[in-house]
């Protein structure tokens, strides 16, 4: 198109304006530029309407575009005929004057230079600019260039000068004239082109943001204002540069994802035509691309204002799918979002829940450990953004095996219980909802890394109970706080407790020796202490220089010595404890060595020692609080504990710190609280505040005599009418503070001696307690006294006499309180002999033998004394235990371990045994108890041998986890103690050997030494206690052992040395060990490293002419035992046979426990299996009957389904073949409610057409059948006949009622197959990463299905540490799973 031509007048001369002459090159520049602003105000006052002057001044306009003024050196002429030119337009729009394009071209390219004078607001000449700028803008003047072939590059310049000009000087009305400019072209033109794209985008890029940001402004409002207009030409764009690669179509390529999220905060439709884009990358097969990609869109979604996710669901999702990338940088960087996105959209928390749930388990460290972050971020902000599944995430992690993760979820849990429960920032709701923390973190303390112990340390004093308040308000903290604790957190919180208090008493030992004058002894004894010190700081390795370096700092520096002495000192203060920290730190400080590894080390164990919680002050400010909710003045139900829980609560807690820091209690006013406390009706109020009296009141005899006096009249009374646990407690008071207790104890024993009267059980108990610690603590004094009261009324007149009839047909369990006043009574008659007889510590009357013949006469007769049959069973097996744990008792001390006889031993043993869940349970207890003391001889770990025969699964992994903490107790000891090595007989655990061989020679059930069926039982016991035994070969120990059972063949039974059959069973059971060691000793040429010796005892001494090398199981045996070949399908019987003195009857395990097991192998392969199992199991046990009963009546909704043993087998070996032992590792396993296989009974099941017949009933004593079938058809007969002499074994187990179902799946091998091969393809979000570091370990939680007691012994589960010790745990559970499911085939 051509411009329309102006015709010239005819004579061609330039008018000017009057005054006005004329402008040539000839004249000054400065005339120029007077002249030229007269022009300029004559255009500038000309309007469109003016045609004549239009006319007149034609010829002037056309000279004004002449090169001597658009090439002019001088600023000023060209600014002012930039002016004029644009006034031109303005006046003779919309036609220019101007005909040619290469003219046009000129002048614009030259007005748009002279806009850059627009950037100096402060110059003289700004609003000539401003004028030129507002002319152009209202006129849209450059909009003529749209004619021109190369218009866009007069638009690049004008737009790149506009951009450069802009800046923070520049007011509101600049840039709308600069905005109105560029818009009319980018709007009114045929298209934007992508160079002048570029010059809109590249502003938007970081790097030029930061240098111009009002430039940045400028083109957002310019993005936004022409959004529809330059949509179409962004995502033309980025669809060359996203989808076809063509990185050169522009300069901006490398910047695509910077921009689509700069362009995104501006508008989002800019971006329409673009996320479809971004869903194709998201699926890129370049890891780093779609890592970018990621980083991208996780602005997008989690910026505040961002409506995306709900906009664009398909990219939500597939945004999503990224969270199981298997690159790991793009899965770490979606956890990351997910912090943001929680905080800044709450509403798409539960789509994050899943993914952020299977990254918790994610086997890089880093990815659960971001997935933490995320979560305490976003709960820090506000609680309400992250829901209790979110919370439970962080909850697990606290388990991790990697100390980083563990660390920061714990201190994430920290800080929310310190923000939400201490500081209440967001109420009782909020308070309520994280309540739980305070529990899971002391629960903590159970892990055996010191690390996690010292780590929750810190968080109790900086967090649970900030040490930095005043002693008032962090008394009240800690009181309420004990008092809401659940009772597993409480005795964590007692542990540190008592962990601290030792490492205190090993730093003043330490100070001790350093008084003492150098020797040998002495360094040797101060090397040990060194040790000692050691292993409770973090790193023990590294622990051992740093603190020998520590000692010689003490050796030289007398001040430092003073400094820690007063740390330690009972009477040192909070506040002082505060400076000598810091003074400590001072003077080992290195101004040199900002980072110094010693100096931290010291401050961890000066942080463990120093008393930051408690003193007197303490003490005192904890006891008025006790009164105020005493008097209830305190605000007990505010902080959501009632009344009386505050103050037992409050006396357990000073109870527990009277051990710890004793001298903090002396004082007047702090007693009188106490003896109110003893007045009151509460007994655990009572007993609590004797205990307090007995640790802390050693001195009140002499600097509180008004006390002694109101004291000593109180005790007495609660000795003599007390409770039980009182009158233990009050004995023990008198004779720990009173200097004249010879008369005080003769005052309650006299009395109460000869008050006793059988025919009033009731008012006999605490009687006989307080009689029983008398004479323990002064023997001299009531030893003999007490032996005409045992022989007269103890044994003859109590033990020897039922009164009363019980219940025949009952439970085998009652609670406490159900339990007859007679047997409570017998029980304590019990141990007041044993007590009697530890305090004589002597057996020249031979009382302990005859205490030791009842005993045993009392485990023979199943607790039934008098075989009256007047008892009933309930009250029997309390007896039964009483019996075992009485000889236990004894065996404590030498003395009377000396006169235990072997039969007499295994009369304890298989205490173990008993048909009684609870007795079995609590037995165990016991033994675990002494035995980690290294109070019993080694024999008796043997005992432990006997679980394997448990019936219920949990006994039999409880049994295990002690011995795994017995047999490191002994080893650990023997490596720290030197002189350990003089007794190893007694202390190596491999020792344990031939009393366990021994043990299961004389087992009754071991009768036909060449039954197949008895030598698996035999096996089973053997490996029970083996495996843990052989998962380390220390010092050649394999070897070791196997001689010890060489050697044991070439003796005799020391029992019976001259009984041919006792003996071949003795041979029989170390073959059987042999057989078991062999198959698992690697091949080596190292011999044992000494000669063992074997306990005399037991075996008779070898006779040099004796030679045994026969071989006692044949070949076929062998192969039966090491393959567990399944046996034929059959009922067996479980009748009654002649028993030996030690006579039981059989019990049975059902295969409830077998099921599970079997579920758990089987639906490795696919999770969901075993939790819909798990879920069956739960429900069937929760319908169950009372435990215990004789008959009851079981409803299983379950359908049973056919088993086949081949598959099954088949199955196994799959599966173990499959390195996914952390899948079963970081599990919870169904726990059967505790006692409830103590119940016969009676068969409704008809055997179904795949068993075969049903042969005569076998009489098989002590080893559980191997399915549901085998024990079920024969126990109508048992429960109803006597037993004869002997204790009964566990009845059928009712391990897991679900079990039926469960175990009798039919599973082809092929399915598994197949699912097995889909689960190794299957994408992330589906897999739970099976045996990854992410998978946690057990957790102790405070729950109805354990304990107090279980939870102190099932501690050792809790190890998330990779020791080899939870190695030797983990490797062998599918070895034991697979040993049930093949005894299940049989």
């Not at 009842?854 to 485990?859: C, E, I, P, W, Y």
């Not at 043993?1205 to 199955?1211: D, G, L, R, S, T």
Request: include cysteine.
């Amino acid at each position: 198109m051509e411009f329309p031509t102006q015709q010239k007048p005819n004579d061609g001369k330039i008018i000017y304006p009057p005054g006005v002459k004329e402008i040539t090159d000839k004249i000054t520049n400065d005339e120029v530029v007077k002249r030229l602003k007269m022009v300029v105000k004559t255009f500038m006052d000309m309007d469109q309407d003016s045609e004549d002057e239009k006319q007149q001044y034609l010829p002037l306009a056309l000279h004004l575009s002449c090169e001597f003024f658009l090439r002019n050196p001088n600023k000023d002429v060209r600014l002012l005929v930039a002016c004029c030119l644009a006034d031109i337009f303005r006046i003779y729009a919309p036609e220019a004057p101007y005909t040619s394009h290469d003219k046009l071209k000129d002048i614009f390219l030259f007005i748009t230079r002279q806009l850059k004078g627009l950037e100096d607001t402060k110059s003289p000449q700004f609003n000539r600019y401003f004028y030129l700028l507002e002319n152009l803008a209202w006129v849209k003047s450059y909009n003529i260039c749209f004619e021109l072939e190369d218009c866009n590059e007069i638009f690049i310049q004008l737009f790149k000068t506009l951009f450069s000009v802009i800046n923070n000087s520049h007011n509101q009305k600049v840039q709308m004239h600069m905005l109105d400019l560029m818009s009319s072209i980018t709007m009114e033109g045929d298209g934007v082109t992508q160079e002048l794209l570029d010059s809109i985008l590249i502003n938007l890029i970081p790097a030029h943001k930061n240098l111009n940001k009002q430039a940045h402004d400028l083109a957002k409002v310019l993005l936004k204002r022409t959004v529809q207009t330059i949509e179409p030409c962004i995502a033309n764009f980025f669809n060359q540069v996203l989808v076809l690669g063509k990185s050169s179509v522009s300069d901006l390529s490398e910047h695509v994802f910077d921009l689509i999220q700069e362009l995104f905060a501006i508008d989002p439709n800019l971006l329409v035509s673009v996320m479809p884009q971004l869903e194709f990358k998201l699926k890129s097969n370049d890891g780093e691309e779609r890592l970018a990609v990621v980083r991208l869109l996780a602005k997008l979604f989690g910026s505040k204002d961002s409506d995306l996710a709900n906009q664009n669901r398909p990219l939500w999702q597939c945004f999503l799918g990224r969270f199981n990338d298997i690159h790991v940088p793009v899965r770490l960087e979606s956890v990351k979002f997910a912090s943001h996105c929680l905080m800044n959209h709450p509403d798409l928390a539960k789509d994050l829940t899943e993914f952020l749930k299977v990254r918790s388990h994610d086997p890089e460290e880093a990815i659960r450990h971001d997935v933490i972050v995320t979560i305490i971020t976003a709960g820090k902000k506000d609680l309400c953004l992250v829901n209790d599944q979110l919370l439970g995430f962080v909850r697990e992690r606290t388990l991790d095996k990697r100390w980083r993760v563990r660390k920061e979820a714990m201190m994430g849990l920290a800080q929310l219980y310190k923000k939400y429960c201490l500081h209440a920032e967001a109420g009782k709701e909020a308070a309520d909802k994280v309540n739980w923390i305070k529990d899971k973190l002391l629960h903590i303390y159970y892990q055996n890394s010191i690390d996690d112990k010292l780590l929750v340390e810190k968080i109790f004093a900086q967090f649970l109970v900030p040490h930095n308040l005043e002693t008032e308000e962090r008394m009240k903290c800690l009181y309420y706080l004990y008092a809401s604790l659940d009772p597993n957190a409480v005795k964590a919180l007692n542990e540190m407790w008592k962990c601290q208090n030792m490492l205190r008493s090993h730093v003043r030992e330490l100070l001790d020796l350093h008084k003492q004058q150098s020797s040998e002894a002495n360094n040797s004894a101060m090397f040990g202490k060194l040790m000692t010190i050691a292993k409770n700081l973090p790193d023990p390795g590294k622990a051992q220089d740093f603190v020998k370096k520590f000692n010689q700092v003490l050796g030289d520096d007398e001040k430092l010595r003073t400094q820690l002495e007063l740390l330690i000192s009972p009477t040192c203060s909070c506040k002082q404890a505060d400076v000598c920290v810091r003074e400590i730190a001072r003077k080992l400080a290195n101004p040199k060595q900002p980072t110094n590894p010693f100096l931290e080390m010291v401050k961890f164990l000066l942080e463990r020692i120093a008393p930051v919680h408690i003193d007197s002050e303490a003490i005192s400010a904890l006891v008025k609080l006790m009164n105020k909710s005493i008097e209830g003045t305190a605000d007990d139900e505010e902080e959501g504990v009632s009344p009386d829980s505050a103050i037992r609560a409050g006396l357990e807690l000073l109870k527990v710190l009277s051990f710890t820091h004793p001298t903090a209690f002396h004082s007047a006013e702090t007693y009188e609280s106490f003896l109110q406390c003893l007045r009151m009706d509460d007994d655990k109020v009572a007993e609590a505040a004797i205990q307090i009296f007995r640790n802390t009141g050693h001195r009140i005899e002499i600097d509180l005599q008004q006390i002694r006096s109101t004291l000593i009249p109180v005790l007495h009374q609660k000795a003599k009418r007390g409770t039980p646990h009182q009158a233990k407690q009050a004995v023990h008071c008198i004779h720990a503070i009173f200097s004249n207790k010879e008369v005080q104890l003769a005052q309650i024993f006299e009395p109460l001696s000869r008050s006793l009267n059988a025919d009033v059980p009731e008012q006999l108990i605490t009687p006989l307690v307080s009689l029983g610690h008398i004479s323990m603590l002064a023997p001299d004094q009531f030893a003999s006294p007490m032996k005409s009261v045992v022989a007269n009324f103890i044994v003859k007149d109590l033990l020897m006499n039922d009164r009363t009839n019980g219940d025949k047909i009952g439970k085998l369990w009652s609670p406490d309180e159900e339990v007859s006043p007679e047997v409570l009574a017998k029980v304590q008659a019990i141990k007041l002999l044993v007590r009697w007889l530890l305090g004589m510590k002597n057996n020249q009357s031979k009382s302990a033998n005859s205490t030791l013949r009842l005993l045993s006469a009392m485990l023979v007769s199943e607790g039934d004394l008098t075989e009256h049959k007047k008892i009933s069973k309930s009250d029997m097996s309390r007896l039964r235990l009483s019996a075992g744990g009485a000889i236990m008792k004894l065996a404590q001390e030498p003395c009377y371990h000396e006169i235990i006889t072997p039969e007499q031993f295994h009369l304890c043993a298989l205490v173990i045994n008993d048909e009684c869940y609870q007795v079995r349970q609590i037995f165990a207890q016991k033994l675990h108890k002494a035995l980690v003391k290294l109070q019993l001889p080694l024999e008796y770990m043997a005992i432990f041998a006997l679980c394997a025969k448990d019936p219920v699964k949990e006994r039999r992994a409880h049994a295990r986890q002690c011995l795994l903490k017995n047999i490191s107790i002994r080893r650990e000891y023997i490596k720290q103690n030197p002189m350990a090595n003089e007794k190893l007989l007694s202390l190596l655990p491999e020792y344990v050997v031939p009393y366990m061989i021994h043990l299961l020679a004389h087992d009754p059930d071991f009768t036909k030494p060449q039954d197949i069926d008895q030598l698996r039982d035999v096996k089973e016991c053997l490996w029970f206690m083996l495996e843990v035994l052989m998962a380390k070969n220390e010092n050649n120990s394999h070897m070791f052992m196997k001689k010890m059972c060489e050697s044991i063949k070439q003796t005799r039974d020391a029992q019976a040395p001259d009984d041919p059959k006792a003996n071949e069973k003795l041979y029989t059971v170390c073959d059987v060990a042999l057989c078991v060691m062999n198959s698992k000793i690697a091949i080596t040429l190292a011999e044992a490293p000494k000669e063992p010796m074997l306990p005399s005892r037991f075996f008779t001494p070898p006779d040099k002419d004796f030679c045994n090398d026969k071989s006692y199981i044949s070949e076929e045996t062998r192969i039966h035992l090491l393959t567990g070949k399944p046996k034929p399908t059959t009922v067996l019987g479980a009748l009654n046979k002649p028993l030996s003195a030690t006579g039981r009857r059989p019990y049975h395990r059902s295969s409830g426990a077998d099921a599970v097991s079997n579920a758990s192998v089987i639906s490795e392969s696919d999770p969901t299996v075993l939790l819909r199992q798990r879920d069956q199991i739960s429900e069937v046990s929760e319908i169950g009957v009372s435990e215990n009963e004789e008959h009851p009546v079981r409803i299983i909704s379950a359908t049973p389904v056919k088993c086949d043993a081949v598959k099954i087998k088949e199955v196994i070996s799959d599966q173990i073949a499959t390195p996914i032992l952390g899948a079963e590792r970081g599990k919870k396993r169904p726990a059967a409610a505790p006692g409830t296989e103590n119940i016969h009974k009676e068969t409704e099941e008809k055997k179904t057409d795949d068993v075969g017949p049903t042969p005569p009933p076998k009489p098989r004593r002590g080893r559980p059948p191997k399915s549901e079938s085998q024990g079920s058809a024969a126990k109508n007969d048992d429960s109803s006949k006597p037993s004869g002499r002997g204790r009964k074994r566990a009845a059928a187990s009712q391990e897991s009622a679900a079990g039926m179902e469960a175990g009798n799946a039919k599973v082809p091998k092929q399915d598994l197959t197949a699912k097995k091969t889909a689960q190794r393809q299957m994408d992330l979000q589906s897999s739970v990463c099976l045996g990854s570091e992410g998978d946690f370990l057990w957790e102790i939680e405070s729950s109805p299905g354990y304990t107090a007691s279980d939870t102190e012994l099932f501690s050792a589960c809790e190890n998330s540490q990779e020791t080899e010790d939870t190695q030797i745990e983990e490797s062998s559970f599918l070895k034991v799973k697979r040993k049930v499911l093949k005894t299940r085939q049989k």
